[in-house]
């Protein structure tokens, strides 16, 4: 299985900064025409700018991909502000990322909203990312695989399969802090999700499990050979076309 290389951009940069990483990451695949047999890579600026990298991957016909960070949990319709699935798949996205532990902290996102959102984002013919992780007072009272297994089982809904869904493992505590889980936590977490999958779905041995944070070049390698880690969900890194390019590699 090729590695998913997953760059979450969050809510960062201007219009041309957008223009210019998208530009330099663009740059970095046609130098190396291997790292397309070794990975597939997507990008996931804000919802403003979309539009600057639709316009770019197409014009260059890169392997490159690109996606939104969160969908509506509904088609069409009176809700104002948000952005429908079918709106993301027309405008050519091929993922969504749900479930981001920042749209849990900040909006309030639950399992439920989660599992809605994925169910609308599979019907229009999305790839959905389903982000799960602990607080770092979970581990540390040792409820990790408890809540990770329950955010995992009360995500997803009834429509995933292997080829619409992907899970991100994302330890709350180790997004944007420089920590990492050390790569016997992670193996000892992925196994535990691919266990938790095949008995929901009995073909989850090919589902991809990804890992999140702090996964930076002098770290990927580590992560990403470990056993489980079907690629990575790159925040702060992933704003930097050559560290992403370098995870990409290690990949
Ligand atoms: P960092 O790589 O900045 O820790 O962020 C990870 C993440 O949240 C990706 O979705």
Same mark, same amino acid.
């Given at each position: 299985?090729?590695?998913l290389? #997953?760059?979450?951009?969050?809510? !960062? +940069?201007s219009? /041309?900064? %957008?223009?210019?990483?998208?530009?330099?990451? =663009?740059?970095?695949?046609?130098?190396?025409?291997?790292?397309?047999?070794?990975?597939?890579?997507?990008?996931?600026?804000?919802?403003?700018?979309i539009?600057?990298?639709?316009?770019?991957?197409?014009?260059?016909?890169?392997?490159?991909?690109?996606? #939104?960070?969160d969908?509506?949990? !509904? +088609?069409?319709? /009176?809700? %104002?502000?948000?952005?429908?699935?079918?709106? =993301?798949r027309d405008f050519g996205?091929?993922?969504?990322?749900?479930?981001h532990?920042e749209?849990?902290?900040?909006?309030?996102?639950?399992?439920?909203?989660?599992?809605?959102k994925?169910?609308?984002?599979?019907?229009?013919?999305?790839?959905?990312?389903?982000?799960?992780?602990?607080?770092?007072?979970?581990?540390?009272?040792g409820?990790?695989?408890?809540?990770?297994?329950?955010?995992?089982?009360?995500?997803?809904?009834?429509?995933?399969t292997?080829?619409?869904?992907?899970?991100?493992?994302e330890?709350v505590?180790?997004?944007?802090?420089?920590?990492?889980?050390?790569?016997?936590?992670?193996?000892?977490?992925h196994?535990?999700?691919?266990?938790?999958?095949?008995?929901r779905?009995?073909i989850?041995?090919?589902?991809?499990?990804?890992?999140?944070?702090?996964m930076?070049?002098?770290?990927?390698?580590?992560?990403?050979?470990?056993?489980?880690?079907?690629g990575?969900?790159?925040?702060?890194?992933?704003?930097?076309?050559?560290?992403?390019?370098?995870i990409?590699?290690?990949?």
């Amino acid at each position: 299985m090729k590695k998913l290389i #997953a760059g979450n951009w969050k809510m !960062n +940069g201007s219009w /041309a900064e %957008t223009r210019n990483l998208t530009e330099n990451i =663009l740059k970095g695949i046609e130098a190396d025409p291997s790292l397309e047999d070794t990975c597939d890579l997507v990008i996931f600026p804000p919802f403003i700018h979309i539009g600057v990298a639709k316009e770019m991957l197409t014009e260059a016909d890169s392997p490159l991909t690109y996606g #939104a960070q969160d969908c509506s949990f !509904n +088609g069409n319709g /009176a809700y %104002t502000g948000d952005t429908s699935a079918y709106m =993301l798949r027309d405008f050519g996205c091929e993922y969504v990322i749900l479930g981001h532990s920042e749209r849990r902290q900040y909006h309030g996102e639950t399992n439920e909203t989660v599992k809605s959102k994925a169910a609308v984002a599979h019907s229009e013919g999305l790839k959905a990312i389903i982000c799960i992780g602990e607080q770092e007072s979970e581990r540390e009272s040792g409820a990790e695989k408890d809540v990770v297994g329950s955010q995992l089982l009360e995500s997803l809904p009834e429509s995933a399969t292997i080829l619409n869904t992907v899970i991100a493992y994302e330890p709350v505590w180790a997004i944007g802090t420089g920590k990492t889980a050390t790569p016997d936590d992670v193996k000892d977490m992925h196994e535990f999700i691919r266990k938790k999958l095949v008995e929901r779905l009995e073909i989850a041995e090919n589902m991809r499990i990804l890992y999140g944070g702090s996964m930076k070049p002098d770290n990927a390698k580590k992560l990403l050979a470990t056993p489980n880690v079907d690629g990575g969900l790159i925040g702060g890194a992933s704003l930097d076309a050559e560290a992403f390019l370098a995870i990409a590699r290690a990949a």
